[in-house]
């Protein structure tokens, strides 16, 4: 059964049915995307010696032909990894940073009614560890998650997301599928495969751009914007 909140925004409207688990956010002492394709990174010097740095790897949009076959319609998947790293003294303590991921849709013009719809991947927590994840699932944090294995594994887990943002007369969509996420240490991951997404009633070429944000718990705040892929 789909439990469906509305938000009230001054811009897009955005209209969120939650339908599952999605995405896992976690802290651990490896970052998963340290031996992946980094697509862009941006580090802001915090105070003290330390530095935060947001970084985007092995990104794919595909673009494909909409099922409705209408002109004014347009089809995608994507995927990608989005990681948040604290260095310098005393990293590990760090507490409260809050991690965005989300994609900026340009466009023209669009129709009255048009809209961006995206749903992101389900989570299928199943029998063991090698169970088949649509993200990744990391270990070692606060809320004890069993798997059926005998292992406690822990997670803060996104909810799977179908979203409906209203696409403004023209300009710039945003679209978060992880807003403001809280986590406690020095480095996080959040792992997706499968977004699908299609944009109806634009006019013109459509384009979309991957984004990535971090805040501390100190306001500072870095964001990395990834290469734009355009229909």
């Given at each position: 059964m789909r439990n469906k909140l509305s938000y009230a925004c001054k811009k897009p409207a955005l209209r969120l049915a939650v339908l599952g688990a999605a995405a896992t956010l976690g802290?651990?002492?490896n970052p998963a995307a340290a031996g992946a394709?980094?697509?862009n990174?941006?580090?802001?010097p915090l105070e003290g010696g330390r530095a935060i740095e947001v970084t985007q790897a092995d990104t794919s949009i595909q673009w494909y032909p909409p099922l409705d076959s209408s002109p004014l319609s347009v089809e995608f998947f994507a995927d990608g990894t989005t990681s948040v790293r604290i260095t310098g003294y005393e990293a590990a303590q760090a507490t409260?940073?809050?991690l965005t991921v989300g994609y900026?849709?340009?466009y023209p013009a669009a129709l009255p009614g048009a809209i961006a719809h995206i749903i992101t991947p389900g989570l299928d927590v199943g029998g063991n560890n090698s169970a088949n994840l649509g993200v990744e699932i990391i270990p070692d944090l606060a809320v004890g998650v069993?798997?059926?294995t005998g292992n406690d594994w822990g997670a803060s887990i996104v909810p799977e997301q179908e979203l409906e943002v209203e696409l403004q007369p023209g300009g710039i969509?945003?679209?978060p599928?992880?807003?403001?996420?809280?986590?406690?240490?020095?480095?996080a991951t959040v792992r997706f495969a499968g977004i699908h997404g299609s944009v109806s009633g634009a006019l013109g070429p459509v384009t979309l751009r991957p984004y990535a944000k971090a805040v501390t718990s100190s306001n500072d705040v870095v964001i990395t914007y990834g290469a734009p892929h355009r229909f």
């Open positions: 802290v651990f002492a394709a980094v697509d990174s941006r580090i802001l409260g940073t809050k900026q849709i340009g069993d798997l059926g969509t945003d679209v599928i992880v807003e403001e996420q809280v986590f406690d240490g020095d480095t």
